[in-house]
C-alpha cells in the first residue's frame, strides 16, 4: 500500500471552488488559497441563519496507545462512507499543531484512503491560524512585560506624565499570561525575562505550546468577530500589587490582538480523497485544551449539510467530556451519535498485563482483559444520554476470531451498534457499514445532559468529574490550588465550567494505572482561570503544557527534494 502521502499526491483533486459550491458555498463567501484550500467567510452564517441544522457525530476514542486508534481516519473514513450512501455530509476537524507533527506524529491528517488532502498543506502551516494566535498571545506578552518596565523605570507619576495613561501597577510575581510558541520544546518550560540591564525588571516566565493558549480557546468558543473581540479583552494577563486582575482590555492590547486574529476565525475549506468537504479550524491537544473544532465550523457545517461528522481529543475522558460540559454548554449544540474508535492493539495494551507475545499478535487474555477500557468508555458516553457506536479500526494483522469475540462483547455492554471500519486500506467502501450503523443511531432520541450545573462549585465541580467522570475516590487539592480556588471564587469566577489538564494516557492521573483505575484520588496542582473562554483549568498531577521532544523525533524522517516534493509526513 502507498504512503499516506503517495495517496494524497496521486489523488485527483477537485477544484476548491467545486468542493464549496457543491457544499452550497456561495463565491462571494470564499477566499482561496491556491486550488487546494480557502477561507469560508462568517457572511455565510447570516445567509443561512434559518436554514434548518443537519446532525452532529461526535467521534471519540478508548484511553489513547502509542499505537494509534485512528481516530482521524474513522473520523474522515465515516464521513466519506455517508457520502458513499448519499448522504450530504461534511467534516470538522482541527488543525494539526506542529508540535507533534514533527516530534512524534509525522502528520494529523488521517491517513491512507481516509485522509484529508493536500496533507502536507493542512500538516504545515495551512492558511496561518496557529501562527496568527501565536502572534497575537505574543503581542500581550510583550505589552504587559513592556508596560511593567516603563512603570517601574518611571515611577507613577512621571509615567503618567509622559504617555498620559493611568499605571497599573503590575506585580511581576503575579504576570499569569506566558509566551507560546507552535513546537515541543521543553527547556522554555522555565525561563527568566527581562535580564540586562533596562531590559527588566527580571522575573519567571515559561512557554506554552500554542494549542493550550488560552486564545486557541476563544478561537474555538466564539460565534463571531465581534464576540471574539469581547473575549480577548476579557483575558487577564496579570495581577496588580492589590491582587487585582489586569486585563487585555485594561492595557489596551485586545484591539490589536484581534486584528492580528481577524482572518483566522474564518474556516478553511479542504476535501478528502473522496472530494467530501471538511472544515479545519481550532486546534488540537484535549489534554491541556478542550481539544475541539470551533463552534462556527461546526454551524457552519450543520447549516450546510445533513449531517456533520466532528472529532474529539483523546477518549472520551478527555475530548469528549470538554465537548459536553464546555463546547455543548456554550454552543448549545449536542451530538445525535457518538462513535467510539478502538482497536485490537489498543485494548490489548490498556490491559495493562506483560505478554511475551507481540501486540499484534492474537492474545484473547489480554483482549478479555483489555475490553474493560472499552466498556468503560461506552458507559462514559452513554452517562451524556447519547447513543454510542463503536468502530473497530481494523489492521491487516487483526483475527477474525478476535475482531468476531469483541464484537459480541460490546453489543452486550449497552453500545447501540458495533462495525469493522476499513477505512484505512478501502476508503469511504471500507466505512459504509459504519455509516449505516451511525445513521441508525442519529434516529434514536437523544437525551443529552451535562456532568455538572453552572451553579454548582468549583470545588463540587472537581469533586463531580474526578469521581464521576474518572472513577475517582476524590481529589486533593495542593496549598496553591486551595489559595487560588479562594480567590477564583472571590473574583466571581465559581460559576464557570472546568477544562482538566491531565495525562490523556490513563483514564486517571497517572499514566502508570491502565484498563480501569480504581481507588485513587485526582491531585490537583494548580487553577487558572480563563475569562475569555469562559471556563477554569485545573492542572493535575504532572502535565505539561508544553511538550518535550522524543529521543527520535519525526522531524527526523521529514525532508524536502529539488523539485520541492515534502517526504516523510505520514
Not at 493542512?122 to 518596565?149: C, E, F, K, P
Not at 515541543?184 to 525561563?191: T, W, Y
Not at 515559561?206 to 464576540?227: G, V
Amino acid at each position: 500500500m502507498l504512503d499516506d502521502i503517495e495517496i494524497s499526491r496521486q489523488t485527483q483533486r477537485q477544484p476548491i471552488s467545486q468542493i464549496a459550491a457543491d457544499l452550497g458555498i456561495e463565491s462571494s463567501e470564499l477566499t482561496s488559497y491556491g486550488n487546494a484550500k480557502a477561507k469560508v467567510n462568517l457572511s455565510l452564517l447570516k445567509r443561512l441563519q434559518d436554514a434548518p441544522k443537519g446532525k452532529l457525530v461526535l467521534v471519540t476514542a478508548v484511553t489513547p496507545t502509542p499505537f494509534g486508534e485512528g481516530k482521524t481516519v474513522t473520523t474522515i473514513g465515516l464521513t466519506q462512507g455517508l457520502q458513499a450512501l448519499n448522504q450530504k455530509v461534511c467534516a470538522c476537524i482541527r488543525q494539526p499543531s506542529m508540535g507533534p507533527v514533527f516530534g512524534v506524529k509525522g502528520g494529523a491528517a488521517g491517513g491512507g484512503y481516509a485522509q484529508v488532502i493536500p496533507m502536507e498543506e493542512l500538516n504545515l502551516h495551512l492558511t496561518g491560524d496557529i501562527h496568527a494566535v501565536t502572534s497575537a498571545h505574543n503581542l500581550a506578552t510583550a505589552a504587559i512585560d513592556s508596560r511593567l518596565h516603563h512603570e517601574t523605570r518611571l515611577g507613577a507619576e512621571a509615567f503618567t506624565k509622559q504617555s498620559g495613561l493611568t499605571p497599573l501597577n503590575i506585580d511581576p510575581t503575579q504576570i499569569l499570561w506566558q509566551r507560546v510558541m507552535d513546537h515541543n520544546e521543553r527547556s522554555l518550560r522555565s525561563v527568566i525575562v527581562g535580564r540586562g540591564a533596562g531590559n527588566g525588571p527580571e522575573h519567571e516566565s515559561s512557554f506554552d505550546i500554542t494549542a493550550a493558549s488560552e486564545l486557541m480557546a476563544i478561537l474555538a468558543l466564539s460565534r463571531d468577530l465581534a464576540d471574539m473581540r469581547q473575549r480577548i479583552g476579557r483575558v487577564i494577563l496579570a495581577l496588580d500589587t492589590s491582587g487585582q486582575p489586569i486585563t487585555a482590555e485594561m492595557l489596551g492590547v485586545a484591539g490589536a490582538m484581534t486584528v492580528i486574529m481577524a482572518d483566522s476565525i474564518q474556516p478553511t475549506l479542504m476535501q478528502t480523497v473522496s472530494a467530501a468537504p471538511c472544515l479545519v479550524h481550532a486546534g488540537p491537544f484535549a489534554n491541556i485544551a478542550h481539544g475541539n473544532s470551533s463552534i462556527i465550523a461546526d454551524e457552519m457545517a450543520l447549516r450546510l449539510a445533513d449531517f456533520v461528522v466532528t472529532e474529539a481529543g483523546f477518549g472520551s475522558d478527555m475530548g469528549f467530556e470538554k465537548f459536553c460540559n464546555i463546547k455543548a454548554r456554550q454552543s448549545g449544540q449536542a451530538p445525535s451519535a457518538v462513535v467510539l474508535v478502538t482497536t485490537l492493539k489498543a485494548l490489548k495494551a490498556n490491559s495493562g498485563l506483560k505478554s511475551e507475545l507481540a501486540i499484534t499478535d492474537p492474545d484473547m487474555t489480554r483482549l478479555e482483559a483489555g475490553f474493560a477500557n472499552l466498556e468503560w468508555h461506552i458507559n462514559n458516553v452513554r452517562r451524556y444520554g447519547v447513543p454510542a457506536v463503536v468502530a473497530i479500526n481494523k489492521f491487516p494483522t487483526d483475527t477474525d476470531a478476535e475482531i468476531e469475540w469483541l464484537q459480541q462483547q460490546v453489543m452486550q455492554s449497552g453500545a447501540f451498534g458495533c462495525e469493522v471500519s476499513e477505512a484505512f486500506a478501502k476508503g469511504a467502501q471500507g466505512a459504509t457499514a459504519l455509516a449505516a450503523a451511525v445513521l441508525k443511531a442519529t434516529e434514536q432520541a437523544s437525551e443529552f445532559k451535562l456532568l455538572y450545573k453552572n451553579e454548582q462549585s468549583l470545588e463540587s465541580k472537581l469533586m463531580t468529574l474526578a469521581e464521576v467522570g474518572y472513577g475517582a475516590d476524590g481529589v486533593e487539592l495542593s496549598e496553591l490550588a486551595k489559595t487560588q480556588l479562594q480567590r477564583l471564587n472571590e473574583l466571581g469566577f465559581g460559576d464557570l465550567p472546568v477544562c482538566i489538564a491531565k495525562t490523556p494516557l490513563s483514564i486517571s492521573h497517572d499514566p502508570a494505572l491502565k484498563g480501569v483505575p480504581t481507588n485513587f484520588i485526582v491531585p490537583i496542582t494548580s487553577l487558572k482561570v480563563n475569562a475569555g473562554a469562559g471556563f477554569v483549568t485545573a492542572l493535575i498531577g504532572k502535565v505539561m503544557t508544553m511538550p518535550g521532544l522524543g529521543i527520535k523525533p519525526s522531524y527526523l524522517n521529514i525532508d524536502i527534494d529539488a523539485e520541492g516534493n515534502i517526504y516523510g509526513l505520514s
